[in-house]
């Protein structure tokens, strides 16, 4: 294993190995324009960026931040983020739970009358969507830090409750993330503990701060201390606060002093190890560092990331072939003659038309291969199994198929329903996108398990197949299953119509779903 990861830290990079980056954003807001303003959540904030940095992060501070301020603040952050990266992310300020989704608000959000809770989701920053784009970075750990567990700025000031009444709500983090929350689900942080308590930081930032960067204090045992001396103070006030935390952490993390986040995860099995070296050959994504694994994995053709690893080489293999051809032979024959862009959009044109005809949906027959149409070609795939892949859309192929097909070959998307459907029980056509440009089309039925618990079986355009099993809560779903010996998780959101969800996999995959 060692040799493949050298030789692919050579191909990365011929010349020096780039060291890890340890990065925080940390953001508190005070003063809120037009709900209830907070007193301490910028002191923290203050007090936690100067602890962070004094133990070796790149600290980004933020302080009553609007709207487009925290946006910006957030992009920033993932940009500064690499591969193999430490990532934190503290948040202390105002937050609410919506449909199981839990919602970070801005110092200018306004306090609606009548637009409900569709305005609060699309004015805030959700936290599952923040750690997802961490993720996407490829940041090796991420501890999101978030005191934002008060009582529900918006139950007075709309005559009605929008989103629950107070804290926020259990989330499922992302693999290698450890989320911690200052309260537990429903309950209320305290700012302070009595009229006589002039601390300047909250009950919960202020037994977390002396914590962080102590010798040999690993981070779980860390956050064990904090919750029972957070829960101790709070119950000497007749008061309940147990903070919660949300572990995806593979092995054990520590704060060092005059060091970040350090992760030391315990011995690999053979399995997992071969996991770890096929992510980092599909990271570099060349020829050579796919061969590279495959030789040194010769011996395990059964394993699934050998046999995915040999599908991708195959792919980059045919892709390259016509050009080695053309150089290797003395008489190359003349190249065909490529249709114009007018000619392929046409091909698209006619394409839509035919979805559209047998209603798939492909909206409007404009000749661009939009998400709509691409949902609508994978919909026609699903529905009649025809032997076509999705880099086939807008081919002469796929199109004289289509022509072929009658209209009951793909059913009409039903109407939505008066009250929408947002429960994830039901048929479903997806285009699954993968690191290495790998695409796949499938499709996947849920049923309901009892309770808020979901059974799916799914199957893909590469001869894949399985089950899922998960929960939903509100509009968000969590569901884990394997491909082959590799497990993996899935994380996604239904749409408000209840018609289409999205999604992304620990295997690094993005999905984009519509209803059958």
């Not at 930032?205 to 904090?226: C, D, F, H, N, W």
């Amino acid at each position: 294993m060692f040799r493949l990861v050298l030789l692919l830290a050579l191909l990365l990079c011929p010349s020096v190995l780039r060291a890890e980056n340890r990065v925080a954003l940390v953001i508190g807001n005070d003063r809120y324009a037009e709900v209830p303003m907070l007193e301490k959540a910028v002191a923290d904030a203050t007090a936690m960026a100067a602890r962070l940095s004094g133990v070796g992060f790149r600290t980004q501070l933020v302080t009553d931040a609007g709207r487009r301020e925290m946006n910006l603040a957030v992009a920033e952050f993932t940009a500064r983020l690499q591969p193999g990266d430490t990532a934190v992310v503290f948040y202390a300020g105002h937050g609410v739970e919506i449909d199981g989704e839990n919602y970070l608000l801005p110092a200018d959000i306004s306090a609606p009358s009548e637009v409900g809770p569709a305005y609060i989701e699309g004015e805030s920053i959700a936290l599952s969507r923040l750690l997802d784009r961490i993720r996407a970075t490829g940041a090796r750990t991420t501890l999101a830090v978030i005191d934002a567990c008060r009582d529900n700025p918006f139950a007075e000031s709309t005559g009605r409750s929008i989103g629950s009444a107070r804290g926020l709500g259990r989330i499922a983090a992302p693999e290698g993330t450890f989320v911690v929350f200052s309260a537990g689900a429903g309950q209320q942080a305290l700012d302070r503990l009595n009229a006589g308590d002039g601390n300047t930081n909250s009950v919960f930032t202020r037994s977390l701060l002396p914590k962080i960067g102590a010798p040999g204090l690993e981070l779980r045992q860390m956050i064990s201390e904090v919750r029972v001396e957070v829960r101790n103070l709070a119950l000497g006030e007749n008061h309940a606060q147990f903070p919660a935390y949300y572990d995806e952490l593979l092995g054990e993390c520590y704060f060092s002093t005059g060091a970040a986040l350090a992760a030391h995860a315990a011995p690999l099995t053979e399995s997992a190890s071969i996991r770890v070296d096929f992510d980092l050959a599909r990271q570099v994504g060349t020829e050579a560092a796919l061969r590279a694994f495959l030789s040194t994995y010769a011996d395990r053709k059964d394993d699934f990331s050998v046999q995915l690893a040999e599908r991708m080489l195959e792919e980059t293999s045919v892709t390259e072939a016509p050009e080695r051809v053309a150089t290797a032979d003395p008489a190359p024959k003349p190249a065909p003659v490529q249709p114009s862009a007018d000619d392929r959009r046409e091909v698209m044109r006619a394409t839509q038309a035919e979805l559209n005809r047998l209603g798939c949906y492909a909206g409007g027959v404009d000749g661009i291969a939009g998400r709509r149409t691409q949902a609508a070609f994978a919909r026609f795939i699903a529905q009649t199994s025809a032997a076509l892949a999705q880099r086939d859309l807008s081919s002469d192929k796929a199109l004289a198929m289509l022509r072929a097909a009658p209209p009951q070959a793909a059913p009409a998307q039903p109407a939505p329903a008066t009250a929408p459907q947002l429960s994830l029980v039901g048929s479903w056509a997806y285009v699954a996108t993968c690191p290495l440009f790998v695409k796949t089309i499938g499709s996947v039925t849920y049923r309901a398990s009892g309770g808020n618990g979901v059974i799916g079986n799914w199957n893909d355009s590469i001869d894949q197949r399985g089950t899922s099993r998960g929960t939903q809560s509100g509009r968000t779903f969590l569901v884990k299953g394997s491909v082959g010996l590799v497990p993996f998780s899935e994380t996604g959101t239904v749409s408000a119509d209840g018609q289409s969800y999205t999604s992304t996999s620990t295997m690094g995959c993005r999905v984009a779903a519509n209803r059958m």
